[in-house]
């Protein structure tokens, strides 16, 4: 080194590269490495030119990366991303595809269950637009004091059927039947 010294006690087993250096090197003492294969004194200054920061800096210039990762924290290249992007999305379209034809399906069960209980004796009944009960065609507004509130059309003449309701165009008749 060319000016400064520097003495490490080493324990067995202790990696070199844990050791810190103390003085740190100037920036013209020579390193000894091993570089394109070959063992070189390189000056300090050239080992780390270029070099960032672990723990941050700036970089200009483009950071290649050929690798696909084997660890979470690994670089990659704008190509691996775009791959594993292209794949993530295809695979989310395929589960929304099979999302939707299961909801599909189940919408389609459940139409044929109310369908089948339509009409059938304790199945359900039909609701007019207004939310009413239908019964047989005919609109239940309510039960008030025991009595059905309905809502129909009543034939313009006497049906003949005793106790039935009609309308002769001015009263409300009932009629005593055949």
Request: glycine letters at 12%; aromatic letters at 6%.
């Amino acid at each position: 080194m060319s000016g400064s010294s520097c003495t490490v006690a080493i324990k067995s087993g202790v990696p070199l590269s844990s050791l810190s250096v103390y003085p740190q090197p100037a920036p013209t003492d020579l390193v000894f490495g091993i570089f394109n294969g070959q063992g070189q004194f390189v000056p300090q200054s050239q080992i780390w030119s270029g070099a960032v920061a672990t723990t941050g800096g700036r970089l200009s210039g483009a950071l290649l990366s050929d690798l696909v990762p084997a660890q979470p924290d690994e670089l990659v290249n704008k190509a691996y991303v775009d791959r594993v992007t292209k794949q993530v999305n295809a695979d989310v379209s395929d589960l929304v595809s099979q999302a939707q034809a299961a909801a599909d399906k189940a919408t389609e069960a459940a139409d044929a269950a109310v369908e089948k209980q339509k009409g059938a004796a304790g199945g359900l009944a039909a609701l007019s637009g207004a939310g009413n009960l239908l019964l047989g065609g005919v609109e239940c507004f309510g039960v008030a004091h025991g009595n059905l509130l309905l809502l129909t059309d009543l034939p313009g003449e006497d049906p003949g059927v005793q106790n039935a309701l009609w309308n002769n165009g001015g009263y409300l008749c009932i009629s005593r039947g055949a």
